[in-house]
């Protein structure tokens, strides 16, 4: 008898753990703030059978986990669009989206179109856009009106008072005021180089207007509210930021267009949970849910009226700064062929040591 009983209560408990433990797991490789816990609660509320988790990374940490596994140990990342047709053609670490599963009807033409062009191989396509943002410039137009370019970040008029950040977006940004396109040399790393260093040489003579090379977000919030800038490089989302506190300060998309990356929703070569996957991505992209993520990541989503649904705060700052010219002007980031993240190291490498940086 003891042992009959012994037998039903083990069984009862299989059964239970059975039932309990029948949740799929939807395990998310994204950047940070992309996966807010209000959203996550309320996925896990319509999908009481979806459990999310999550690991927060960069691309260069994304493309190493997946390359690391072959694909594995996740059922969603976010890459950013430039990162995945070279990691993809070397690695093969994502496979091809069923389109037919997401509602793509909603997305920004302009850049579901960009994701694509760089996220095809072989005629099937491996991402499609989440969240964009930009680089371009802010300024406070009461003390620089007239900034509108990269190249006046190193007009002698501001002579300590204009700040940039020493990364590739510089790099970018100076080729383009030099009447060049970057994107396009890709295609010859022999032209490619010559350019980046009549880059270098612009950008080392602009060292006796630069105050400072910032670092971060905060560092250049704090100074231009404290007025010891009045121009820098920047990220759109800081300017939001300091719009909200200064309506003086605002994003100037450069005329030659502002520097645009797009996160994006791939999944990995071996992830588990497709269905689950493709639900998250429908789920982010509803109106009243892009605001909570938008809010989160101070980014606007890839969506048809993606600024309307920004949070209040966020809205005005990206009315004040871009027109629909301007979003028609956007630089989108190329892919990156291999040797070109090198030669970009160098060049900043030789305008640090110039500079004394």
Not at 323 to 340: R, S
Request: hydrophobic share 40%.
């Amino acid at each position: 008898m003891k042992l009959r009983i012994l037998l039903v209560g083990l069984l009862s408990t299989t059964a239970f753990g059975a039932a309990s433990g029948s949740a799929e797991t939807l395990r998310l490789l994204t950047w940070g703030s992309y996966a807010p816990d209000e959203l996550i609660q309320k996925f896990e509320e319509r999908y009481p059978d979806i459990d999310v988790e999550v690991t927060y990374s960069n691309n260069e940490e994304m493309i190493a986990k997946l390359r690391a596994t072959g694909g594995a140990g996740f059922d969603l990342a976010q890459p950013s669009h430039d990162r995945i047709y070279a990691a993809q053609l070397e690695y093969g670490i994502y496979k091809p989206l069923d389109l037919s599963q997401i509602d793509t009807d909603v997305m920004s033409p302009v850049h579901l179109e960009a994701v694509k062009t760089n996220a095809t191989l072989d005629g099937k396509v491996y991402a499609v856009p989440h969240q964009w943002g930009t680089t371009g410039l802010m300024a406070d137009i009461t003390k620089a009106p007239d900034v509108k370019g990269w190249d006046d970040l190193c007009d002698p008029a501001y002579t300590g008072k204009t700040s940039m950040r020493l990364r590739r977006t510089i790099l970018l940004g100076t080729a383009f005021a030099m009447g060049e396109d970057p994107f396009a040399a890709y295609s010859d790393l022999d032209k490619y180089q010559d350019l980046l260093d009549r880059v270098a040489d612009k950008l080392i003579a602009c060292k006796q207007v630069i105050k400072a090379y910032w670092q971060g977000g905060d560092d250049l919030s704090a100074m231009m509210l404290s007025g010891e800038i009045v121009a820098s490089e920047t990220w759109d989302s800081t300017a939001y930021k300091l719009y909200d506190q200064n309506q003086n300060i605002v994003f100037i998309p450069p005329e030659t267009g502002a520097l645009t990356w797009i996160d994006t929703f791939a999944i990995p070569a071996k992830g588990e949970a497709d269905d689950a996957a493709y639900k998250w991505i429908n789920f982010v992209l509803e109106p009243e849910n892009v605001t909570i993520m938008s809010g989160s990541t101070g980014a606007i989503a890839a969506v048809k009226g993606g600024a309307d649904l920004l949070p209040e705060d966020k809205k005005a700052a990206v009315k004040a700064s871009f027109t629909e010219a301007d979003i028609e002007n956007l630089k989108f980031f190329a892919n990156i062929p291999p040797g070109v993240e090198d030669m970009e190291g160098k060049t900043l490498e030789k305008i640090k040591a110039a500079t004394g940086g």
